[in-house]
């Protein structure tokens, strides 16, 4: 079967993904069926021959998802690449914020087959085109730097495995010719033009506005990822310099630290006590209260502020 995309692409493809994963590590695709996962199947396929491995989850929260895992593993044989069907395994499907626990569980399920088969690492499809909605719809929620930097192409998805994301500077349009070319019928996932998702209303903005270039709003979410990345570089000796422990809690240097890292710090603070780290708008009223000397409660723990921050767990109320 002659699928392979055009040797520009795969060359584009490979330089990629050797600079995310050894060229010699075999990896696993994650295909869900759609254009932009049969895309990456492809060209996955031609860069790295024999050293890819497919698996599709079938979360068996849609009629049409058995034969969606089926029609991908149907290809797959074709294209003589390995491939699994992962089955979620409800104790209870999810009735409220579904899709934020179906991708939960289908990263578990990929990790789980990459451990078994000895992958290196999984790759994702996410794009271009991705990265600028997402850009977009954290934009209109207010979020900081972490959240407008959007995917990394490269994360632990556990200790053995990582996760990595070869398109993230693909358009795609470019994926969904590749798999034109190909001469495959992609699946077309409904939830994705379910304007009840914030994605798929931004999605649909940015295709009508033409004079917005998503691989532009891409390339500046990629910049502030490296801003990110750099403020965690320096937030390490911070925390291990100005944070410490004390009778019954932990003590918190804040002093002449720009508000960002002693954002970090505060948060890193709440990691070394356990605690879950609290909603965005929380943290910052939080934040002024200690800059304000003002002591307050937020996650089960007490906050004193001052020239030293004071981190404790609250006392148990009296009823
Ligand atoms: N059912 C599936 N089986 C295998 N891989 C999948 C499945 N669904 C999604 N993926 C993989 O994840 C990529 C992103 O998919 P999608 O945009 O639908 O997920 P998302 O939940 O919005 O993204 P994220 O996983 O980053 O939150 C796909 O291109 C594909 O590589």
């Known amino acids: 079967m002659d699928s392979a995309p055009q040797p520009s692409a795969i060359e584009r493809f490979a330089a990629g993904l050797d600079s995310l994963v050894a060229p010699a590590s075999r990896i696993g695709v994650a295909v869900s069926g759609g254009p932009d996962s049969l895309a990456l199947l492809l060209l996955a396929a031609a860069a790295r021959p024999g050293k890819v491995a497919a698996a599709t989850v079938d979360h068996g929260l849609r009629p049409e998802s058995v ?23 409800w104790t209870r499907a999810p009735t409220s914020n579904q899709q934020a626990v179906a991708r939960a569980m289908r990263y578990r399920l990929l990790d789980q087959w990459a451990r078994w088969d000895g992958l290196a690492a999984i790759a994702t499809a996410h794009h271009a085109d991705d990265q600028a909605e997402t850009l977009l719809m954290r934009l209109a929620r207010g979020s900081g730097v972490r ?74 979410a990629s910049a502030l990822r490296d801003a990110d990345e750099a403020l965690d570089w320096a937030l390490a000796p911070l925390i291990a310099s100005r944070i410490s422990p004390c ?9 002449d630290l720009p508000r960002e890292l002693q954002r970090r710090l505060l948060l890193a603070a709440f990691g070394e006590l356990g605690v879950s780290a609290p909603r965005g708008p929380e943290l910052m009223r939080a934040l002024a209260a200690l800059n304000a000397g003002q002591a307050v409660t937020l996650s089960g723990l007490k906050l004193e502020g001052g020239p030293q921050w004071r981190l404790s767990p609250e006392p148990p109320r009296r009823h």
């Open 67 to 89: 034969e969606e895992a089926a029609m991908v593993a149907e290809l797959c044989e074709r294209l003589g690449i390995p491939h699994a069907t992962l089955n979620a395994d």
């Open 247 to 255: 009778e019954g809690g932990i003590l918190v240097e804040p002093t």
């Open 147 to 220: 959240g407008l930097g959007g995917s990394r192409a490269s994360r632990s998805l556990s200790e053995e495995v990582l996760l990595v994301r070869p398109l993230l500077e693909w358009r795609k349009a470019e994926l969904v010719t590749i798999v034109a070319r190909a001469g495959i019928a992609a699946f077309d996932d409904p939830s994705n033009h379910d304007p009840r998702h914030d994605r798929s209303r931004f999605r649909v903005l940015l295709a009508a506005a033409d004079w917005i270039d998503p691989a532009r709003i891409s390339a500046s």
